[in-house]
Structure formats: structure tokens, C-alpha cells
């Protein structure tokens, strides 16, 4: 499994600029990232139209004591915005441990399942969001829908954040953003409201999904610098595991069962995954030198764990140029047997494709583990140029 470039020499290298030349500098990799994030948006996710919409809202539901056998508060807020095609919003969930130093840190989960897996009254508990364990752990447990943004289904990109956002009568561009795009967009609106927030610590929100919301927590985590922990749980292909050569689920087989998850230039490579200028552990890779956390499943064969993992071995050559260990060996691990030395973490678990309370224990156990190693804050990468700045929490950018 410790593979090299060498050994592999159609692979694309992180490490190895547009123009040929290697990158051999911390200055020179933040030089070549937007190259890579620009190959990503071109060729796999696409483009969203905008960032921060200036019309972006904060509106609080309802703030109150008493959850969780009195351990918790809970906070119900919905983020809106408008644009030329109508309004959306954006249904959070967060429960706070009470009693609790503020500001506390956070895990946000993007929810790609039923509204039962994440239910606000705490009526249907799911080990797929076990939020009385993170509460419990010291983190504020924070979700919202991921169909909030946009409906996980091939509607001509015409309803959602497409409807609202898009240019109206004109044909969509080859690189137009999918629904993985428009969900992680969505992600980042939410990190813009928990900025806002003065309970929670915005210098440690780690973004977690599980298998579709594994693809999207990447390449949210990717474009937005502010998480500074990022988790990817049996997200597969279009997430950590690599293209090449995978088994399993392939380009052209997602792209013909989601066609509107990625963009429509990313079915050009359907049984074409060599032709591709980039590969996962790339995208990977634009996590540094923030925390990253790949997790993976025995029997999810569809999803490769051998290919996740090879896509972390290979994005660690970024981090050891940043001055890290990124995955601490290049074995794969036995079940249950998780590696949480390096700035990327990475456990097999036994069992199916799901997310599981293991799962939870296993990113909280490794977010404690790093976060007390730097008490202070996990770096960020070239921390003077983070995007957003302090925001007015009733909304706008006041």
C-alpha cells in the first residue's frame, strides 16, 4: 500500500505545478493550490456563481434550557438569502453544553438523510448524529438538511439554490456548479452564521458527512479555509477514495446513477478516470494543514476503502512539505485500529457503509487529541489571508 509517484507516473502530482515545475516551498504550495482548486471546479464539481450573497440573513427560531437532562441548550436558526430566482434557507440545528466556558467548538454535520436522523426534539435519537455525545465531549453539535440547498434528485437544476442563483435563459456552462457544489455552498453559509455566533469558537468548527455529505464536507472543506478540521466517512468515489483504478463504484457509474451531482464536464472522463488532470488525494491535499479525517468501512466495497486510504497516503506529501506528518504510515490499518498521530486521521471500521456512534467517538477522540496538542488554535493555513471577517449576528456583513 505505500505506494509512489514513480511507481505510478500517470498519476497527477500535487506537488508539480501546472508549468512543470516542482513545489518546494510552503510559499510555492500556496501558489500552486488554486491551481488545483481551479482543476477541480473546471473538471469535477463546478463553479458556484457567488460566494456570501450580500442579501444573507440570520433569523433566531428559538434559544432555550433543559435539553438533554438539562446539559444542553438548543438553538434553532434559519439562514436565508435571495436571489434574482426567489428566496432559500438553510434550517440549523445546534445544541451547546450548558455551563460550558463559551465560545465552545463545533461539529457540523451535512445531513444527507431523513429529517429523523437529525431530529431537533431529541425524540428519535440516531447513532448516524449522536449530538448527546458530542454535547457530552464539550462540542456544540451543530446540523442542518442538505436538501435545504437543493433536492438530491436530476430536476434540470431548476429548483434550489440553481433556481435562485443561476442566470435565467441562458444554456449552463459545461462547469456550472452540481449539487455536491450547491450543498457545500450551503455548508459555507452556515460557517458564516456560526462566525457570528460569540458561543461558538470559530477557530475549531470541524464539517462532517457520511457517504454524498462525505463528498460534499471535501470539497467544502477544500474551498473554505475557516473549518478547521474536515471529516470524509465512506464518501468514495467523487470524494476520498482515488479514481484510478478504483473498485467499485466508478466515474461513469456515478455519473449515470447522479447526473446532477458533479458537473457536467466530469462525464467526459466516464471510463476515461487517466485522462483526468487531478485524482482525490488532490483534492485531499487542499486540506493542509488544517486536521483532515478519512474513515472508512470493511464491507463498503462500492465505496474502496484501499482506494480512500491510498488518496491519504499520497496527500500526505503536501503536509510533510508544510512541516507535518500528514497519515503516520503508509499500512493499512486493521479494523478498529484508527491512526490519529498525524494531521490526517484515518480508522477502518468494521461493517456496512453507514455512520455509526464508533464513527463520532472516533472523530471526537482525535479532535481532542490535536486540539490539546495546540491549545491556543489548529493552524489554518496561511491564517492572514482566512476569508470572512466579524460579522453582524443578526445578519448581513455589518
Known amino acids: 500500500m505505500n505506494h509512489s509517484f514513480s511507481e ?55 434559544e432555550s434550557r433543559g435539553w438533554m437532562g438539562g446539559t444542553a441548550v438548543r438553538k434553532k436558526v434559519d439562514i436565508l438569502y435571495t436571489g434574482a430566482g426567489g428566496t432559500g434557507e438553510i434550517h440549523l440545528y445546534l445544541f451547546l453544553p450548558d455551563g460550558a466556558s463559551r465560545p465552545v467548538p463545533a461539529f457540523l454535520l451535512l445531513c444527507n438523510r431523513q429529517a429523523a436522523n437529525i431530529d431537533p426534539e431529541r425524540k428519535m435519537q440516531n447513532g ?46 459545461p462547469d456550472a456548479w452540481g449539487t455536491l ?28 458527512g457520511h457517504s454524498r455529505g462525505g463528498k460534499t464536507a471535501l470539497w467544502c472543506g477544500a474551498q473554505d479555509e475557516r473549518f478547521a478540521m474536515v471529516v470524509s466517512n465512506d464518501s468514495g468515489c467523487g470524494g476520498a477514495a482515488i479514481s484510478r483504478g478504483k ?42 494543514p488544517r486536521l483532515l479525517y478519512v474513515a472508512s468501512a470493511s464491507e463498503d466495497t462500492w465505496a474502496d476503502p484501499d482506494s480512500e486510504f491510498l488518496a491519504c497516503v499520497h496527500a500526505s506529501s503536501v503536509y510533510r512539505l508544510l512541516g507535518l506528518t500528514g497519515l503516520e504510515t503508509g499500512r493499512m490499518p ?33 479532535a481532542d487529541r490535536h486540539r490539546k496538542a495546540n491549545p491556543e488554535r489548529t493552524p489554518q493555513a496561511n491564517d492572514d489571508l482566512r476569508p470572512g471577517r466579524p460579522l453582524n449576528p443578526a445578519g448581513g456583513s455589518g
Request: charged share 30%.
Open 8 to 62: 505510478n507516473p500517470l498519476w497527477p502530482d500535487p506537488l508539480r505545478g501546472e508549468g512543470g515545475g516542482t513545489v518546494g516551498s510552503a510559499e510555492q504550495w500556496r501558489r500552486r493550490r488554486p491551481e488545483i482548486l481551479e482543476l477541480f471546479r473546471r473538471h469535477v464539481y463546478g463553479r458556484a456563481p457567488l460566494e456570501r450573497p450580500q442579501t444573507l440573513r440570520f433569523a433566531a427560531v428559538d
Open 181 to 208: 457544489a450547491a450543498w457545500a455552498w450551503g455548508a459555507s453559509r452556515v460557517m458564516d452564521y456560526l462566525e457570528a455566533d460569540p458561543d461558538i469558537d470559530d477557530k475549531f468548527v470541524a464539517v462532517v
Open 247 to 288: 473498485k467499485g463504484e466508478t466515474v461513469k457509474a456515478i455519473n449515470e446513477r447522479f447526473p446532477h451531482w458533479f458537473c457536467e464536464n466530469f462525464k467526459r472522463y466516464n471510463d476515461r478516470e487517466d485522462k483526468l488532470p487531478v485524482d482525490q488525494h488532490m483534492l485531499l491535499s487542499l486540506m493542509a
Open 334 to 366: 486493521m479494523p478498529e485500529c484508527p491512526l490519529h498521530e498525524g494531521s490526517i486521521g484515518y480508522h477502518l471500521r468494521t461493517g456496512k457503509h453507514d455512520l455509526t456512534e464508533y464513527d463520532w467517538a472516533c472523530f471526537l477522540d482525535y
Open 128 to 173: 448516524f448524529w449522536p449530538a448527546e455525545m458530542i454535547v457530552s465531549r464539550g462540542y456544540a453539535a451543530a446540523a442542518f438538511q442538505v436538501e435545504d440547498l437543493d433536492p438530491d434528485r436530476y430536476d434540470g437544476f431548476r429548483d434550489g439554490v440553481h433556481g435562485i442563483f443561476d442566470p435565467r435563459n441562458v444554456p449552463r456552462p
